[in-house]
């Protein structure tokens, strides 16, 4: 039995939507508990609404909410009993083995490193993504937790998502890419250039060199490597990008009868391809590197992702990839 | 009567598709002369397919051609007679107004910088991209020259960005945003967060302040701020996720027989959409704050993005681009 603690406060859609993915999650996985923290009355009325296994199921009383314009250091110190520092207290001692949360993605980062704290040897723990792709799934990271990296973390980012990758996601020998203006190794700015060499000379990951951003939804490389102000510009563009083109596309369709015709004969082809890019059906972006397993889904996380979220962890903790990862950075000191 | 220099001998498509755009623009519009800068053997055969106004196309033989994996500053010092040398020291003698080349963009801003020259008080000339938006166009810059830039370099793209959207796309008192990773100012990497009050004091500019990434394709700024590095990850993600969705609409839609009878009616609406979201029909991304015009279109151009990128030219001459810039940095000092 795995034992998730989820934030049922955070987000824009809670409770209702994560009361609603963690139904869903424990009504179709027997091996999962589900550690629901937050406001003790409206989570109890959200729950009401459905029939579930009712042992999978805990509700853990957090009076507060971090809300996302807090500044996240202040917020996690004073907001003892916020339904984030709860649930992280929950991976901490033990009683759980992961927190999944759509809220203040600054909290997180902060309560996951001050509470949770760093595996021995991991100098910034990373978001990783995953993103869509023509081909399948690439993984993203850092995309969102340290803007101005140094070459070293980017390092690491490489090992710990290779890891991820071949072990959560089933891909043998990932290939790492760093993300760059140019395919040629003395393109782009200093970071990349400095951590460039580093990444060929690492023999436990299979760098293939830069990686331009168009080449990212092509499926170019399996984990890309960025600091995270440029990974966070790549996701959001990327979901941006997509939701903007496809409702131009359906409104399109809607501009004359000829159109509107072939739109039904065409929707549901085009629900099956859309499907494959939507970045929701992987779940949440972990926070890689802690002593725990913390994940952030997004601020509008809907009771699917929120589902899905809940579901990877389980192969998150069966993989032991806090342990691989571990041994991995111990191995290059 | 504008006269623009072309770089026959740029891009994957030379010179081809190139004079292919040419002759396109001098048929369409009697007020501009071309200077067909290349090699004279392969462009006179080129030329030769069509019928069009032959005293606006002017060969200029350029025996030589830059690469675009060659290093930029030696390639410029060493091939004088290269048709973006070449083509650059027309503009600066003042025999033509413009220069246009798919070739090198590194040899193009050293060339732009060293022969071309910059303006008095312009620290660094940027690329300034149009980018298809859902409301009609945005202008993207810094997409590809300066790389680790400083915020006094952010603030003159500000200033030469809003310039270049009023006068040139004729959009009034437009919104500058900057790129960041979230909408509060205390948000961002260390550029970025230097940066905000700079835009913030500037009383000649419209700054919105930050912009995300995913408010892009909503078209959420006007002129969209930001150094080379994100820059060009921006531009490329942009085309390359739409190139992507795209393809991927069109093959679910021949997956069966009944979305391919739907294919056929929806096709005129969708090309009709797909066409608003296609930057080649904005041309080519000027080098702004140089003494003359240099403009650099795709390596992968095709004929209709030159005719474009010449016929750009114009606006940017009669509404004295560059004399705006000089006097807008010039008030500043």
Not at 21 to 48: F, T
Not at 64 to 70: D, L, P, Q, R
Not at 235 to 246: F, N, P, S
């Given at each position: 039995?795995?034992?998730?603690?989820?934030?049922?406060?955070?987000?824009?859609?809670?409770?209702?939507?994560?009361?609603?993915?963690?139904?869903?999650?424990?009504?179709?996985?027997?091996?999962?508990?589900?550690?629901?923290?937050?406001?003790?009355?409206?989570?109890?009325?959200?729950?009401?609404?459905?029939?579930?296994?009712?042992?999978?199921?805990?509700?853990?009383?957090?009076?507060?909410?971090?809300?996302?314009?807090?500044p996240p250091v202040n917020a996690v110190r004073r907001k003892k009993d916020s339904s984030i520092v709860v649930g992280m207290n929950l991976v901490k001692s033990g009683e759980a083995d992961a927190f999944v949360s759509a809220g203040s993605s600054g909290a997180i980062l902060v309560g996951g490193q001050v509470i949770v704290g760093r595996l021995k040897g991991v100098e910034r723990p990373p978001f990783g993504a995953l993103i869509p792709t023509e081909k399948g799934v690439s993984l993203l990271l850092d995309s969102g937790a340290n803007v101005d990296a140094r070459p070293s973390h980017l390092v690491q980012f490489a090992r710990m998502g290779s890891i991820y990758m071949e072990h959560v996601i089933g891909i043998a020998r990932p290939r790492v890419g760093i993300v760059n203006i140019g395919a040629e190794e003395e393109k782009g700015n200093a970071l990349v250039k400095e951590t460039f060499?580093?990444?060929?000379?690492?023999?436990?990951?299979?760098?293939?060199?830069?990686?331009?951003?168009?080449?990212?939804?092509?499926?170019?490389?399996?984990?890309?490597?960025?600091?995270?102000?440029?990974?966070?510009?790549?996701?959001?563009?990327?979901?941006?990008?997509?939701?903007?083109?496809?409702?131009?596309?359906?409104?399109?369709?809607?501009?004359?009868?000829?159109?509107?015709?072939?739109?039904?004969?065409?929707?549901?082809?085009?629900?099956?391809?859309?499907?494959?890019?939507?970045?929701?059906?992987?779940?949440?972006?972990?926070?890689?590197?802690?002593?725990g397993l913390v994940v952030k889904t997004h601020g509008s996380a809907s009771a699917r992702e929120v589902s899905n979220s809940i579901i990877q962890c389980v192969t998150f903790k069966e993989q032991k990839i806090n342990e691989k990862i571990r041994e991995s950075l111990e191995a290059k000191e």
């Open positions: 039995m795995i034992k998730v603690a989820v934030d049922a406060m955070g987000g824009d859609n809670a409770p209702g939507e994560i009361v609603k993915g963690v139904v869903d999650a424990v009504s179709h996985r027997e091996d999962i508990q589900v550690l629901l923290v937050g406001k003790e009355e409206a989570v109890k009325k959200e729950l009401s609404r459905y029939t579930y296994p009712k042992k999978q199921v805990l509700l853990i009383p957090a009076s507060e909410v971090i809300e996302t314009e807090e060499p580093l990444l060929k000379e690492c023999s436990d990951i299979n760098f293939t060199g830069s990686i331009e951003a168009r080449e990212i939804p092509h499926g170019g490389a399996d984990v890309i490597v960025c600091e995270a102000f440029t990974g966070n510009v790549i996701l959001k563009l990327y979901e941006g990008t997509g939701a903007t083109l496809i409702s131009m596309v359906k409104k399109g369709m809607m501009g004359s009868l000829r159109s509107k015709v072939g739109a039904l004969l065409v929707k549901p082809a085009l629900k099956e391809t859309l499907k494959a890019f939507d970045a929701s059906r992987y779940g949440g972006a972990p926070l890689l590197g802690l002593k």
